[in-house]
């Protein structure tokens, strides 16, 4: 067996040594953006490998299938000679939400339901905004358990939700957020039942809800050790039900637990780190070692770019917004054209593709703008975290009747079956990708007779399309700049990041008449600050269309915390060209 002390342990710093070797029960880490969270992770499950423990009994779970296959991969490359060929690989890795399906499906059978037929389900029950009522039946699931007390006032009326409940039991169905009660509440009842596991690990703990939290401490009740990892600095999902304080009193859950902070930034440069740790220093809510305020660069910091300040720039309106990140990269990128190539092509040592850029937004409408830009421009691009034909698709899988159909051949079916449902290319290939990895287990198992086991391949595709997030739907591999939320970019990494709208009311984001919590506004603002690898620029207009009116927008009130030191202004001035004249046809 490779001795993985001397291999792996060796190449980390004191602090991630730490954190792997630790012999505590419960260890909590606060890993900080660039500190080698998921390296310390996937070295800490190689050490447990090392030191006896099956891979069927170590649990590791993350937020996003994602986060996922990257621990996977990691762990490939990691511990790799330590797995006995014979045994599966990993087989307990994964999101919360698959973990609990995988443990209910052999407990029963049930339908799994994604938004859309929650969608034709409420409007059925003559719900109006039906996408409302499924925010906040989300919320109420994910704050409280079913059995707990009154649900809060604001929420969805307790007819409708009781109606909704009743529907989904006549139906023996299951919405998302029911995955984790009804898997904590099998747990609790039938512990006898109930899977053993000897060590449990778990991704970004910052982000979990009162139910993951319940079923997390049910799972490490039999003896389980537990090692949490994730940043209290990025914890943005207050609205999912997440809990900045859950992270902060670890260890009244768990006593005893060691507490380790990672608090070096190996991804960022130096001017990104300081401006980005200026900003979060604000926050009280916060772990850090004693004596330390925010993270320190790393002396092989990325820095091909000589360090280069963060750039704030202001344009006169969200157009002008577009046109700066347009110029910019084509800038970066030496030029776009003959024309623009021969003037540009010396402006940077550093050679770009268009998927080294991101945009980030605070809300969706945000996007417009960059939409309708780039549309006009010769740069390609793709707007992130619209999975919902796919869930739309899973729907139409369910109901096909498999009488007939190839049984040989399962993903050729699906193949079609997609192309006559008219997915797109760019969901295609996850698609595809899902059903070749199904379609391995069946094979390895040696279980594909008759109808049954096609029906069952069918209702194991929808599962997975229906667990999907909006960040899953990102093709890494295409070259394309990215446009996508602050929220969806957590977990993500670029060399160049631009940040729009940084302006108050976007950000921090404020509603009339509802308060505003600033230190989650900040901390998501630093997570899209902490993307950037190598340049960032933060972007906002004099002023912007809001819901068809033209408003005055003051910057952001976190620019001004962001210190001077490593700092530059850009004011851009731009006017919108006249519209080109179009040549007529012959026969127009």
Same mark, same amino acid.
């Given at each position: 067996? &490779?001795?993985?002390?001397?291999?792996?342990?060796?190449?980390?710093n004191?602090?991630?040594?730490?954190?792997?070797?630790?012999?505590?029960?419960?260890?909590?880490?606060?890993?900080?953006?660039?500190?080698?969270?998921?390296?310390?992770?996937?070295?800490?499950?190689?050490?447990?490998?090392?030191?006896?423990?099956?891979?069927?009994?170590?649990?590791?779970?993350?937020?996003?299938?994602?986060?996922?296959?990257?621990?996977?991969?990691?762990?490939?490359?990691?511990?790799?000679?330590?797995?006995p060929?014979?045994?599966?690989?990993?087989?307990?890795?994964?999101?919360?939400?698959?973990?609990?399906?995988?443990?209910?499906?052999?407990?029963?059978?049930?339908?799994?339901?994604?938004?859309?037929?929650?969608?034709?389900?409420?409007?059925?029950?003559?719900?109006?905004?039906?996408?409302?009522?499924?925010?906040?039946?989300s $919320?109420?699931?994910?704050?409280?358990?079913?059995?707990?007390?009154?649900?809060?006032?604001?929420?969805?009326?307790?007819?409708?939700?009781?109606?909704?409940?009743?529907?989904?039991?006549?139906?023996?169905?299951?919405?998302?957020?029911?995955?984790?009660?009804?898997?904590?509440?099998?747990?609790?009842?039938?512990?006898?039942?109930?899977?053993?596991?000897?060590?449990?690990?778990?991704d970004?703990?910052?982000?979990?809800?009162?139910?993951?939290?319940?079923?997390?401490?049910?799972?490490?009740?039999?003896?389980?050790?537990?090692?949490?990892?994730?940043?209290?600095?990025?914890?943005?999902?207050?609205?999912?039900?997440?809990?900045?304080?859950?992270?902060?009193?670890?260890?009244?859950?768990?006593?005893?637990?060691?507490?380790?902070t990672?608090? &070096?930034?190996?991804r960022?440069?130096?001017?990104?780190?300081?401006?980005?740790?200026?900003?979060?220093?604000?926050? &009280?809510?916060?772990?850090?070692?004693?004596?330390?305020?925010?993270?320190?660069?790393?002396?092989?910091?990325?820095?091909?770019?000589?360090d280069?300040?963060?750039?704030?720039?202001?344009?006169?309106?969200?157009?002008?917004?577009?046109?700066?990140?347009?110029?910019?990269?084509?800038?970066?990128?030496?030029?776009?054209?003959?024309?623009?190539?021969?003037?540009?092509?010396?402006?940077?040592?550093?050679?770009y593709?268009?998927?080294?850029?991101?945009?980030?937004?605070?809300?969706?409408?945000?996007?417009?703008?960059?939409?309708?830009?780039?549309?006009?421009?010769?740069?390609?691009?793709?707007?992130?975290?619209?999975?919902?034909?796919?869930?739309?698709?899973?729907?139409?899988?369910?109901?096909?009747?498999?009488?007939?159909?190839?049984?040989?051949?399962?993903?050729?079916?699906?193949?079609?079956?997609?192309?006559?449902?008219?997915?797109?290319?760019?969901f295609?290939?996850?698609l595809?990708?899902?059903?070749?990895?199904?379609?391995?287990?069946?094979?390895?198992?040696?279980?594909?007779?008759?109808?049954?086991?096609?029906?069952?391949?069918?209702?194991?595709?929808?599962?997975?399309?229906?667990?999907?997030?909006?960040?899953?739907s990102?093709?890494i591999?295409?070259?394309?700049?990215?446009?996508?939320?602050?929220?969806m970019?957590?977990?993500?990494?670029?060399?160049?990041?631009?940040?729009?709208?940084?302006?108050?009311?976007?950000?921090?984001?404020?509603?009339?008449? $509802?308060s505003?919590?600033?230190?989650?506004?900040?901390?998501?603002?630093?997570?899209?600050?902490?993307?950037?690898?190598?340049?960032?620029?933060?972007?906002?207009?004099?002023?912007?269309?809001?819901?068809?009116?033209?408003?005055?927008?003051?910057?952001?009130?976190?620019?001004?915390?962001?210190?001077?030191?490593?700092?530059?202004?850009?004011?851009?001035?731009?006017v919108?060209?006249?519209?080109?004249?179009?040549?007529?046809?012959?026969f127009?």
């Amino acid at each position: 067996m &490779t001795d993985f002390n001397t291999q792996a342990i060796d190449s980390l710093n004191a602090a991630q040594k730490e954190a792997v070797v630790s012999p505590a029960r419960y260890v909590l880490v606060a890993a900080g953006p660039g500190s080698g969270k998921t390296r310390v992770l996937a070295f800490r499950y190689a050490r447990l490998m090392e030191g006896g423990a099956a891979p069927e009994k170590l649990l590791a779970i993350t937020f996003t299938n994602r986060a996922a296959d990257e621990m996977k991969a990691r762990l490939g490359a990691v511990a790799g000679s330590l797995r006995p060929q014979h045994r599966p690989d990993f087989p307990n890795i994964g999101t919360f939400h698959k973990f609990c399906l995988n443990l209910l499906r052999k407990k029963r059978e049930f339908t799994l339901i994604g938004r859309p037929a929650q969608e034709t389900l409420l409007k059925g029950m003559g719900v109006k905004n039906a996408d409302k009522a499924i925010e906040e039946i989300s $919320a109420f699931k994910n704050s409280v358990s079913r059995a707990a007390g009154e649900r809060d006032k604001g929420l969805l009326r307790p007819e409708s939700f009781d109606l909704y409940e009743a529907a989904l039991r006549e139906r023996n169905s299951l919405d998302l957020d029911d995955l984790i009660i009804e898997a904590a509440g099998f747990i609790e009842m039938e512990p006898d039942s109930a899977p053993v596991f000897s060590h449990i690990l778990v991704d970004e703990f910052q982000d979990i809800n009162q139910p993951q939290a319940r079923l997390v401490k049910l799972l490490t009740a039999s003896g389980a050790s537990l090692f949490a990892i994730g940043d209290p600095d990025q914890s943005i999902y207050a609205f999912r039900g997440a809990s900045v304080e859950r992270f902060l009193e670890f260890g009244n859950d768990y006593p005893g637990a060691h507490l380790i902070t990672l608090d &070096t930034n190996y991804r960022s440069t130096r001017s990104i780190v300081h401006a980005s740790g200026e900003l979060i220093k604000k926050n &009280t809510m916060r772990i850090l070692r004693p004596g330390v305020t925010a993270l320190s660069a790393a002396d092989t910091a990325s820095d091909p770019c000589g360090d280069e300040a963060v750039k704030v720039v202001i344009a006169a309106d969200e157009n002008g917004e577009a046109e700066f990140v347009l110029r910019e990269i084509e800038r970066l990128m030496g030029g776009l054209t003959s024309l623009s190539a021969s003037s540009l092509a010396r402006a940077v040592e550093r050679p770009y593709r268009f998927s080294d850029f991101v945009v980030l937004v605070r809300t969706n409408r945000q996007a417009d703008a960059f939409k309708e830009a780039f549309r006009r421009s010769p740069i390609p691009f793709e707007v992130a975290g619209n999975i919902g034909p796919l869930s739309i698709f899973a729907e139409h899988l369910r109901g096909l009747n498999v009488d007939g159909m190839d049984k040989a051949a399962p993903v050729d079916l699906i193949k079609k079956e997609a192309g006559a449902f008219g997915l797109s290319d760019g969901f295609i290939q996850p698609l595809i990708g899902m059903a070749e990895s199904l379609d391995r287990q069946g094979r390895l198992l040696d279980d594909r007779q008759g109808n049954a086991w096609l029906k069952s391949f069918l209702n194991a595709l929808a599962d997975s399309l229906i667990l999907m997030q909006p960040a899953d739907s990102l093709d890494i591999e295409a070259d394309r700049v990215v446009l996508m939320t602050l929220h969806m970019a957590k977990g993500l990494e670029f060399p160049v990041v631009f940040i729009a709208g940084c302006e108050d009311g976007l950000v921090p984001l404020r509603f009339k008449g $509802a308060s505003t919590d600033m230190e989650e506004e900040r901390r998501l603002l630093y997570v899209g600050m902490t993307r950037a690898r190598e340049r960032l620029y933060l972007l906002n207009a004099g002023r912007r269309r809001i819901w068809n009116e033209v408003r005055r927008q003051s910057p952001s009130p976190f620019l001004k915390e962001l210190g001077d030191g490593s700092l530059e202004n850009i004011a851009f001035a731009w006017v919108m060209p006249a519209r080109r004249p179009v040549q007529k046809g012959l026969f127009d």
